[in-house]
């Protein structure tokens, strides 16, 4: 079974200070990881895929397999990252998209 | 130009009334998803088509039909409509399998 947890709804930081969102991930494959975000009254936009390795906004994420996690980290929190964020994965050969519960991130001033 | 288009963006209907919501995107995508989005943001999939066929059907009451007229449209038809069903629905489209979701604005959905 395909499952993907993310343990925090909630995470609050200061401005400049460093952001991690959390993933852990369930599947016995080699899976595809994404990070999708939501920001206030817009649609969801795919942030990055753990494939591509880039860096967007200033966020990375490394797929760690041995700890199954996909953690998003940016060094540098800016107000316009208060959005919800999501991560999802897709199974090898699987045809659809398992998102987590997704964490709201608030980057206060 | 919007790459995934829902309409409409906003839908307050009374238990019992059927209702439709139409997605349509100009990428040239193969592939195209309802997703539905619960008050605790929680996103899950309904249904997939891959050209115009069903390939996902999760279990979703049959009172949701989906309808794929062609590869750019899927559309998602509501008989009876009941509490429950309030939720933001999204459609979404991809090129191929293992690509990322292009989504759509989403459409919410009150049942009183």
């Known amino acids: 079974a395909q499952r993907v947890t993310q343990p925090e709804k909630l995470l609050s930081v200061f401005k400049g200070a460093p952001v991690e969102l959390k993933c852990n991930y369930s599947?016995?494959?080699?899976?595809?990881l994404f990070w999708y975000v939501q920001y206030s009254r817009q649609r969801l936009q795919l942030l990055l895929r753990h494939i591509s390795r880039e860096s967007i906004k200033g966020f990375t994420a490394d797929l760690n397999k041995g700890e199954t996690s996909f953690h998003l980290k940016k060094p540098f929190a800016q107000e316009e990252d208060s959005a919800m964020y999501y991560c999802a994965l897709m199974g090898k050969g699987a045809q659809k998209l398992v998102f987590g519960q997704g964490t709201r991130l608030t980057i206060n001033p | 130009d919007t790459a995934v288009s829902q309409t409409p963006k906003y839908l307050v209907t009374q238990m019992g009334n059927d209702k439709s919501i139409k997605c349509e995107q100009n990428l040239g995508h193969d592939t195209m998803y309802w997703y539905k989005q619960d008050s605790k943001k929680f996103l899950k999939i309904m249904f997939s088509?891959?050209?115009?066929?069903?390939?996902i059907n999760e279990t979703v009451p049959n009172r949701f039909s989906p309808k794929s007229p062609d590869k750019a449209h899927l559309n998602l038809h509501i008989n009876s409509l009941e509490l429950g069903d309030s939720a933001v629905y999204f459609c979404?489209?991809?090129?191929?399998?293992?690509?990322?979701?292009?989504f759509g604005s989403g459409t919410r959905l009150t049942v009183v």
């Open positions: 599947y016995s494959g080699s899976p595809e």
């Open positions: 979404a489209s991809s090129q191929a399998l293992g690509d990322g979701y292009t």
């Open positions: 088509y891959n050209n115009k066929e069903l390939i």
